[in-house]
């Protein structure tokens, strides 16, 4: 039958040819040398059983495989999650979000149409209702069942420990597909009787109100569209689009959850908030492990109620956004309701959900923060290495120091409330705010950040010391924060940026060619001899500050002479010396204005990728 499951399908042949479901799985080539019926069946075939399983029942290879699992890999990502390894696969899967091995269930679905097929053997068990996130039947308007009307237990788990298998009670014969297999307690040590109320009579799912049950379809139907769909060349875009929907909503109903009552506003009625609230208090009261020390269980797996289930997925659809996703929104949504769940949580919960891959708006939410920045202490991982925000510029575009021009087009406010500043702190400020840029435009904490700026990482530790310092003190951090976005959303905005990682590059052993450094002199007044006086290594420091507004302390010439246990004690003294603003006139100022406008003819040499060492700039 249409969308039909595997277990579905045996049980139907069993009650037709009056076998039992092992029988049936034997005779087709599902069970071989031992009367077992692995669960895992259930996701996928091996390749020794689907051949003479398709052979027996007259389907095509692509038909038996349908009836798996795989059928939804493509559009159900939580189903790559599970290992094919024997009596782990079920537990994995359970945790994980990608199956639920005892169906859910529609009664009208299972008692079928009036065709003489379906009115004798009742309707298909549809293999989606073994995802967690089908929760409803949208053409009978109602929630899904998962227990028995009569045993109350689940039609298809065992009661101890015997390892989940595909059908419980497989050697039994006679049942109707819609039958309960739950076994009933025993007495006298007899074998336990089988429940075998029928799941298609009368069975009234949990009832709720219509606003509330109409919401819940909504995204129940959004759910199913995905599922169903099968990719084409059409809407590779579209693909490419949803891969992230079903880990993002999985990973946001973890939030919700963890961070409860925190995320309460997210569910969408009292009712609904209810149904979570009860889910995880039952949750929080199930038993601790064995000792003194240990935790309260976590729970991975989806609710098992598809009421409670129904309620966290809406309520974790509303904190993405629903349809209408905002990268920018879904990140200041979710980091609290994060901030909240890992702070409750143990430290490996928080490091669980950061290494699920999901989207990069939703993937920044769960990064922990430190300050402003990226953590920089504890467990490492790739996701670290995400930009802060969806930024159209990226690490390269970022200077080691913010340009006076950017400081005073984007933090006029901060500076103009900023008490007892001085030039030392706001260069400091000035290196604070491109380590925050580089993180929203690279990503990776504030060392990483630090070193593809190659800024040494006690500098930039210091000036985040003191702007943090200061900032904080005078309540500044949020308007720091308003400035540093206002410079990313301009360089957004620019087509033509400069590219200053390429720039650093270049100009990582360059030096000003003799012949440049002669007519940069040329008509000038003769400097004196000193140890402060002007020289070829004093412009190439200048030039390189200039053209990748860098530190001149960071600079490769400075930084070769103090690797080499030379002393950089003259040539600094030189570079501040002809900076300081009594010096600049005469001789000096022309030399500066000079080196200004060659150092602009070698930034657009860089970003011309020019062969710099082999040419000098003034005959570019």
């Not at 490091?351 to 402003?372: C, E, F, I, Y």
């Not at 500050?545 to 930084?559: F, K, M, N, R, Y």
Request: hydrophobic content about 40%; aromatic content about 6%.
């Amino acid at each position: 039958m249409p969308e039909e499951s595997l277990p579905g399908l045996l049980l139907r042949l069993a009650f037709r040819t009056e076998r039992s479901p092992a029988r049936i799985a034997h005779l087709s080539g599902l069970i071989r040398h031992q009367n077992r019926l692995p669960g895992e069946y259930l996701f996928s075939l091996p390749t020794e059983r689907i051949v003479p399983f398709a052979s027996a029942t007259r389907m095509r290879v692509k038909e038996a495989d349908a009836l798996t699992l795989s059928s939804f890999a493509a559009a159900y990502p939580p189903l790559a999650s599970v290992r094919m390894d024997g009596n782990r696969t079920t537990t994995a899967a359970r945790k994980s979000w990608a199956a639920i091995m005892s169906s859910r269930y529609c009664p009208s679905c299972l008692s079928g149409s009036a065709s003489p097929a379906q009115s004798r053997y009742g309707g298909p068990w549809k293999l989606r209702w073994h995802l967690p996130v089908s929760y409803a039947c949208v053409a009978h308007r109602t929630l899904l069942s998962h227990t028995c009307p009569r045993c109350g237990g689940l039609p298809n788990r065992p009661t101890n420990t015997e390892r989940q298998g595909l059908i419980l009670h497989r050697a039994t014969i006679g049942l109707h597909p819609a039958q309960c297999r739950r076994p009933l307690a025993g007495a006298d040590g007899s074998p336990a009787p089988v429940c075998a109320a029928r799941l298609d009579h009368g069975r009234q799912a949990a009832r709720v109100p219509a606003d509330e049950l109409r919401i819940l379809l909504a995204l129940q139907h959004r759910i199913d569209q995905r599922l169903m769909r099968r990719p084409s060349s059409a809407d590779a875009g579209q693909s490419a689009l949803d891969c992230f929907f079903f880990p993002d909503l999985i990973v946001a109903a973890h939030v919700i959850r963890l961070s409860w009552p925190d995320g309460a506003r997210y569910a969408s009625s009292t009712s609904l908030a209810d149904l979570i609230d009860h889910h995880v208090s039952s949750t929080a009261a199930r038993p601790r492990g064995p000792g003194p020390n240990a935790r309260k269980p976590t729970t991975w797996g989806a609710p098992e109620d598809p009421a409670e289930c129904a309620a966290l997925l809406v309520a974790a659809d509303a904190l993405l956004g629903h349809e209408e996703r905002d990268d920018a929104e879904v990140t200041d949504r979710v980091r609290p309701l994060a901030a909240a769940a890992f702070s409750r949580s143990p430290a490996t919960i928080g490091a669980a959900l950061r290494r699920m891959d999901v989207s990069p708006a939703l993937a920044r939410s769960l990064l922990r923060h430190d300050q402003g920045f990226y953590r920089a202490a504890g467990h490492r991982h790739a996701r670290q290495r995400l930009p802060s925000r969806s930024s159209c510029f990226r690490i390269e575009h970022v200077p080691a120091l913010l340009p006076q021009k950017w400081l005073s087009i984007h933090f006029g406010d901060l500076l103009s409330r900023w008490a007892d500043q001085t030039d030392w702190k706001v260069r400091h400020l000035r290196r604070v705010g491109a380590l925050k840029l580089a993180e929203m435009g690279g990503g990776g904490t504030w060392p990483d950040c630090a070193a593809t700026l190659r800024i040494p990482w006690t500098t930039a530790q210091q000036s985040l010391r003191v702007v943090r310092q200061e900032l904080k003190s005078q309540d500044l951090w949020p308007a720091f924060e308003a400035s540093v976005e206002s410079v990313a959303r301009q360089l957004d905005k620019d087509a033509d940026r400069a590219h200053y990682g390429r720039r650093r590059e270049l100009l990582e052993s360059w030096q000003v060619p003799a012949r440049d450094w002669a007519e940069l002199c040329e008509g000038l007044a003769q400097f004196g001899q000193g140890a402060t006086s002007p020289t070829s290594a004093t412009a190439t420091v200048l030039i390189w500050t200039h053209v990748t507004q860098g530190d001149h302390l960071h600079s490769p010439l400075v930084g070769t002479l103090r690797k080499s246990g030379c002393s950089t004690q003259h040539l600094v003294a030189s570079v501040n010396q002809l900076c300081t603003p009594a010096n600049r006139k005469g001789s000096k100022r022309e030399l500066l204005r000079r080196l200004a406008a060659y150092s602009d003819i070698l930034a657009t040499a860089c970003d011309r990728f020019v062969d710099l060492p082999q040419m000098g700039i003034l005959s570019i």
